[in-house]
């Protein structure tokens, strides 16, 4: 005999069936019905329903009993194209198909935070059903202007160079650019691991589209791994999931997003990536035979990605102060960053991080390309703390570039030159970080006043990054209360400044006569 | 330019009330559909014939049964149809017999359907189950 199934309740289950039973019992009515003409490639043409409304759920019936749910995406005067969501394989020609009267919803809610779901809300976790009590339009319009206010609360990644350099803001769009394998990824997950360590209370949504699921896998148990997957959604589609679950999931996933915003709570939604994204809806929209335009894109793809990013906001304070961060990522081919779809979300976006591949492969990680990433918010959403010490950042790193090409073809350099290499040589080193090791305020701050301060420019390069971890150990160490001050973000006083440098420059000593005494 | 259905379903269905030698125009039609290339199209355009020829009062409806209907559940059928269409002249109903659904009938029409099978009872009482569970 097999094992009963556990948590079945037989009352449960007889009020059920009475309730199905009493329902059936109503005389069904005439309902508007349409017939299935074509189908094929995830795309169903359906004779009829003339009252369908753009984007409304449909319900196809498959083989046997089953019931597909496909969306309207074409209302044409003599039949409707609509995209399946799930197996068109259960679908023929003839099958009946009905409207539902809704468009498509998702469910949304505290119960989705720790799940992987996918674009439907459906789990893929394998941790049951998902019991949300809300549910909410996966297409809506964005606040308007009256509703927002302006970015002004830093969102802190952990990573010294952007939050020094490219400062990202609640509420903001801040665009990963990059070739493949840059390191795009890895700075987003390393901002949803220091919200974690940071305690900030920021939900995090991670929408893949198109991704390996193997990459997905891994990316879950990095995140469970780093205790992060209890303030995280992941919103899961691979590359063999149909192209309209591919278009609908950074959709769904804003609309989770946007219960937290809506509610006065934090949220930070990354869309890995959106030109598979694009690639999605390019598919969809030549299927059904919409006219393509530049690169067989359609003409609305603009539209595809701009209506999606003006959800992340910063809303006012009578709208309750909450935020959507979105962090977009684009993949570029050979570095092209003015293709279509790179062009595209630029213009859309608040600022944008761009990788660079050959930083990448210098050891140079994070592969931030100083001088073409931007923040549009920039300094509005800087720590005070950080942002006093790096002001300078930036131009000396401008400097060092100019520089750095012109010193291969020259050894008689004047002194002044010779510094600024050598202090661009040690800022770049000190700006590398490891994966999975985000920065607190107080930790950036060290290293930063004491770059920027010169108590590194004796250190040996090949041991900056020793000194940088025994400053920050004795900092930790022997000033904790200090160190909490400064996490706080707020700019400190100059004896605390002081303090830190007499650190730095003692520890640098110590490299010196390490030095010296090796000669 | 391609024409549109509708406006062809319109023109045809305009013959329909109007014309007596039905076999001239199927060949019409037919011949129109081969030399435009709109052969699968035929289907469509016949159910928006049907529709267009229901809204001047000539109700045809396909019954899908399980058994053979005998005439006084024929006469239940046009009884049904009648209700729902109050200005129907005159009312159609073809037969079609479909073992799969068990039982109860099903009224076709072109953008309406009514189904009391008991089929779609079956299928309705396991997604009602479904949703609960």
Excluded at chain 1, 105 to 113: A, I, K, Q
Excluded at chain 1, 139 to 162: N, Q, Y
Excluded at chain 1, 174 to 203: P, Y
Excluded at chain 1, 412 to 440: A, C, F, M, V
Aim: proline letters at 4%.
């Amino acid at each position: 005999m097999t094992q009963p199934a556990i948590d079945v309740s037989i009352k449960e289950l007889s009020d059920d069936i009475r309730s199905a039973i009493a329902e059936l019992k109503v005389r069904p009515e005439i309902e508007s019905t349409g017939v299935v003409t074509r189908i094929g490639d995830g795309v169903a043409w359906i004779y009829g329903l003339t009252s369908c409304g753009y984007n409304e759920m449909l319900t196809i019936e498959g083989t046997g009993d089953e019931h597909i749910t496909a969306f309207a995406f074409n209302l044409g005067e003599d039949e409707i194209g609509a995209v399946i969501l799930g197996d068109d394989t259960a679908i023929k020609a003839g099958a009946t198909a009905r409207l539902t009267g809704k468009v498509l919803e998702v469910p949304v809610g505290p119960e989705l935070v720790g799940r992987v779901v996918n674009p439907l809300g459906q789990p893929l976790d394998g941790k049951g059903a998902i019991k949300a009590s809300e549910t909410d339009r996966v297409e809506k319009v964005a606040p308007g202007v009256l509703d927002r206010k302006g970015v002004h609360e830093p969102l802190m990644t952990g990573i010294t160079a952007i939050d020094a350099m490219v400062p990202i803001g609640r509420g903001q769009r801040e665009l990963l650019i990059g070739d493949r394998q840059t390191g795009k990824t890895a700075i987003a997950v390393d901002t949803m691991i220091n919200q974690h360590r940071q305690n900030t209370g920021v939900i995090n949504i991670y929408v893949a589209v198109g991704q390996k699921l193997s990459k997905v896998a891994r990316l879950i148990e990095r995140l469970k791994r780093e205790g992060v997957m209890d303030q995280t959604i992941v919103v899961a589609t691979s590359a063999s999931d149909p192209a309209s679950m591919q278009y609908l999931a950074p959709y769904a996933g804003a609309t989770m997003g946007e219960y937290f915003r809506d509610r006065g709570q934090h949220a930070l939604i990354i869309y890995d990536d959106l030109s598979k994204h694009a690639a999605a809806y390019r598919q969809m929209s030549l299927l059904l035979r919409r006219p393509p335009g530049r690169e067989a894109f359609p003409g609305d793809v603009f539209y595809l990605h701009s209506r999606l990013l003006e959800r992340a906001v910063k809303l006012s304070d009578e709208k309750g102060a909450g935020s959507l961060t979105a962090l977009p990522i684009i993949e570029t081919q050979a570095g092209d960053i003015s293709a279509y779809i790179p062009t595209n979300v630029i213009s859309i976006t608040d600022g944008q991080i761009f990788m660079e591949t050959n930083l990448f492969y210098q050891g140079i990680r994070p592969a931030i390309s100083v001088g073409l990433s931007v923040s549009r918010v920039g300094g509005n959403a800087q720590t005070k703390a950080v942002k006093s010490v790096a002001k300078s950042l930036r131009i000396n790193l401008a400097q060092f570039r100019e520089l750095a090409a012109f010193s291969q073809f020259s050894t008689d350099l004047d002194p002044e030159t010779r510094h600024r290499i050598e202090r661009g040589q040690r800022l770049t080193e000190l700006l590398k970080q490891p994966q999975y090791t985000p920065y607190s305020v107080w930790q950036m701050y060290a290293i930063l006043l004491a770059a920027t301060e010169g108590c590194f420019d004796t250190v040996p390069l090949d041991k900056i990054k020793t000194a940088e971890a025994n400053l920050l150990r004795e900092l930790k160490h022997d000033h904790p209360k200090d160190m909490e001050k400064v996490n706080t973000g707020d700019e400190p006083d100059d004896k605390l400044r002081e303090k830190i440098v007499k650190i730095a420059h003692k520890i640098a000593e110590s490299y010196r006569s390490e030095d010296k005494e090796t000669k | 330019m391609k024409q549109s259905r509708h406006l062809l379903a319109q023109a045809v269905a305009d013959k329909t009330l109007h014309i007596k030698d039905m076999k001239q125009l199927s060949r019409e039609v037919a011949a129109y559909l081969l030399h435009e290339g709109l052969v699968d199209e035929l289907d469509s355009l016949l159910r928006d014939v049907i529709a267009i020829r229901a809204e001047h009062g000539l109700v045809e409806a396909e019954a899908v049964s399980a058994h053979q209907l005998s005439d006084a559940d024929l006469n239940d059928v046009r009884a049904i149809l009648k209700e729902y269409y109050p200005h129907a002249k005159q009312v159609t109903v073809h037969q079609r017999l479909d073992a799969n659904l068990v039982g109860g009938i099903k009224l076709v029409m072109p953008h309406q359907q009514l189904d009391e099978s008991v089929r779609a009872s079956i299928s309705k009482f396991k997604s009602l189950t479904a949703e609960r569970a």
